[in-house]
């Protein structure tokens, strides 16, 4: 006999609510639940994928231990935790808290593990932390360093007259807040909804995406040319009047810096460049800048691309100018349920520019921390230098660095040089392939799990506590008590903090200390983690489809004093990255083509893709190309091709599609693998060989190119 319960997905950022139904402890169906208040039924097919995710044959059903000779063998989890801990004792015993690292994939972000391994990793005195987001959005951090930002944020889709969506593409990736406004589960009908009620939306992309055909302007403009872009709105803004003066006087400095800096940016120059036509860059200022309420915000495809850091430093200041956040008199939709509320008066947090201070690199003493991260761009090197300090441990939580970092000929030596690599994964992944132990975790309807970390992504107050539907199989390791067990073999006192994104663990006011004898109940560390909540956890828990409470908008308020802070629009390194914009950047010769980033519906990441109703659609992932450009090419009934860069070269099913700019090609990441194939495997094409390591690394957060890579596409 079946039964039906409540919870949410948790394959990305929308975390729509779904009910399962369940049989002998096993997901035998799944379906939106139209009683959760926030997606109302909606749900899309990454989460009918997570039967596969959980019932798959090629789940890990136990942990695992590589031999010497390289194959693995099963171990239990209190005798893994037993030689993990003995193993990193010896390790810092002989060269110090340094030599341990920590990297966070995208499916540790929102469980227990992230805070407890924060405490962790302060304990042992360690810097070493990286994640994802130092490989796909990191330009973000740094304009928050450079430029400042206001933590009212911007607006959304439920109350902005225009949104300028960059980079990104939310109706398939389900990721639009914060960062552009638009809500994350149901995308498409709330960009409907707000056009209805006169939202204006302007699309900046290279390919006519799923949100660009509901846009009711579309920028089709190459990979890395958005600094360009937003420099020639900028001139326009300024030059015609079309900004918000009073806030720029109020709330921003550097404006003059600002006004001569894109004094260059003509839209004839701009126009020609991009190849667009004045009148349309003129209509996308004019719309912008003399708007109500106007936001503009990027996704990955921006931030993975050529000069990244300068593309959302210019987008954040033509914001800032035309006065795109929320600001006094304004009311916040979401003050923030679990993280107890946002402040309601507006204020600035200026910049920082933590990257200056220590700690430092090992491996390039110019790079230092943001975020309390060190970039994901130099890990390689952090493991091979020369320093004493050098990584010789580390611990993976659910992600994929091998694959995702890309240059294989260089991140495939640096991890196998390593003295301990222990990975958190459900699947035999490339990084777990290398790794000394695999711990085989509970998967999410398996675990006690709450909606804190995307608190700031819902479009009005909500919070959802998930217990687990399912009983985990005997032979798993829930991640967070890896972290306890491990924190309890090296003699830690593991605290439990809020789980703030980005905020280092000695930042936050103290927390709850766990027991760490006796191993504690994952629902009281849920409970602990939202003692700030503007709810009881006894509400949350009473309502299993998520709870929505009526709470008094908080309407934001002008500060009493002006405290001196501002967003410093241009900053002199800036200045310096924008005058070399100037010379003009265009593919050719041997590597005409730039090749892009595409997202899938059905797969998150490197997540999904084996999943049986992905593989259905798409055996592989194909190159997707124009027409005309498959045509100018001589490519007219090729099946497979080589896509070439100067770093390497993969092979690719090749498919026609109208929608990709002409110039442009697409693939998408984390298909096919970095370590050499298995015979007669169909993975897909591994874009990481694609990528350098070794050279173009952009200062500050050494971030390589990932997107508007140069590629030529030739017959196989």
Not at 11 to 21: M, Q, R, S, T
Not at 688 to 709: D, K, W
Request: include cysteine; glycine fraction near 8%.
């Amino acid at each position: 006999m079946s039964v039906k319960k409540k919870t949410y997905c948790r394959n990305c950022g929308a975390v729509c609510g779904i009910e399962l139904e369940v049989a002998a402890n096993r997901v035998i169906a799944v379906t939106g639940d139209r009683e959760n208040p926030e997606s109302q039924g909606y749900f899309c097919v990454k989460g009918l994928t997570s039967m596969d995710f959980h019932n798959g044959e090629d789940r890990l059903l136990a942990c695992r231990k590589r031999e010497a000779d390289g194959s693995f063998v099963d171990i239990d989890g209190e005798s893994l935790i037993d030689e993990v801990a003995a193993k990193l004792r010896e390790i810092l015993d002989a060269h110090g808290p340094r030599s341990v690292a920590f990297f966070n994939g995208t499916h540790g972000y929102g469980t227990l593990s992230m805070p407890l391994t924060k405490s962790l990793l302060h304990s042992i005195g360690t810097p070493n932390v990286f994640s994802t987001m130092t490989i796909d959005q990191s330009a973000k951090w740094i304009n928050h360093g450079r430029m400042g930002l206001v933590p009212t944020w911007k607006y959304s889709d439920l109350e902005a007259d225009v949104l300028m969506v960059v980079g990104n593409n939310p109706i398939v990736s389900h990721m639009g807040k914060p960062w552009t406004g638009i809500r994350n589960n149901a995308a498409g009908r709330a960009i409907r909804e707000a056009r209805k009620r006169g939202m204006k939306l302007i699309v900046v992309d290279p390919r006519i995406t799923e949100t660009a055909r509901n846009a009711d302007i579309h920028l089709q403009i190459n990979p890395g040319d958005d600094a360009m872009l937003f420099a020639g709105l900028i001139h326009l803004c300024i030059n015609n009047g079309w900004y918000d003066k009073a806030f720029c006087e109020r709330y921003t400095c550097q404006f003059e810096e600002l006004e001569r800096a894109v004094e260059p940016f003509t839209p004839e120059l701009v126009a020609k460049r991009l190849g667009l036509e004045q009148a349309r860059l003129r209509e996308v200022a004019r719309l912008f800048g003399t708007a109500k309420k106007a936001s503009c915000g990027s996704g990955t495809g921006s931030n993975m691309s050529r000069n990244s850091n300068l593309s959302v430093q210019m987008l954040e200041a033509f914001n800032a100018i035309c006065g795109g956040f929320r600001k006094p008199g304004d009311e916040v939709p979401n003050p923030g349920l679990l993280s107890g509320g946002i402040p309601p008066v507006f204020s600035v947090i200026p910049a920082n520019r933590t990257w200056e201070a220590e700690p430092k690199a090992v491996s390039d003493a110019s790079i230092g921390q943001t975020y309390g991260e060190f970039p994901t761009g130099i890990l390689a090197d952090e493991i091979t230098s020369n320093s004493p300090d050098r990584i010789r441990a580390l611990l993976v939580l659910g992600g994929n660095p091998v694959m995702a970092m890309g240059d294989p000929d260089k991140t495939v030596p640096a991890f196998e040089s390593l003295d301990l690599l222990v990975t958190v994964d459900p699947r035999m992944t490339d990084t777990a392939r290398l790794s000394h132990y695999v711990v085989a975790p509970a998967l999410p309807y398996e675990r006690h799990d709450c909606t804190m970390i995307n608190d700031a992504s819902y479009h009005r107050p909500f919070a959802q506590y998930a217990p687990p539907a399912l009983t985990p199989p005997p032979g798993v390791l829930p991640d967070w008590e890896l972290i306890w067990g491990i924190a309890k073999r090296l003699g830690y006192q593991l605290e439990l903090k809020p789980a703030i994104f980005g905020a280092s663990f000695s930042s936050l006011p103290d927390g709850y200390k766990l027991d760490m004898e006796n191993k504690p109940e994952p629902e009281h560390l849920i409970e602990e983690m939202c003692r700030q909540s503007l709810v009881s956890f006894d509400e949350l828990k009473a309502h299993p489809s998520g709870y929505a409470p009526e709470i008094e908008p908080v309407v934001i308020r002008e500060p009493e004093e002006d405290d001196g802070a501002r967003l410093s629009l241009m900053p002199e390194d800036v200045a310096a990255e924008l005058a070399a914009e100037l010379e003009e950047y265009r593919p050719g010769g041997e590597f005409p083509l730039l090749l892009s980033t595409r997202r899938l519906l059905e797969t998150m990441n490197g997540s999904f893709r084996d999943a049986g109703k992905t593989r259905k659609r798409y055996a592989v992932n194909p190159l997707f190309m124009h027409p005309d450009d498959i045509e100018a090419h001589d490519l007219e009934g090729a099946e497979k091709v080589i896509v070439e860069s100067r770093f390497g070269k993969v092979s690719a099913a090749l498919r026609k599609d109208p929608t990709m700019k002409p110039g442009v090609v697409a693939l998408t990441h984390m298909w096919g693998s970095a370590l050499d194939e298995a015979p007669n495997t169909p993975l897909g094409s591994y874009t990481g060989r694609l990528v350098s390591l070794r050279e173009g690394l952009q200062t500050i957060n050494a971030m390589p190119r990932y997107s508007g890579v140069e590629v030529s596409v030739s017959a196989a």
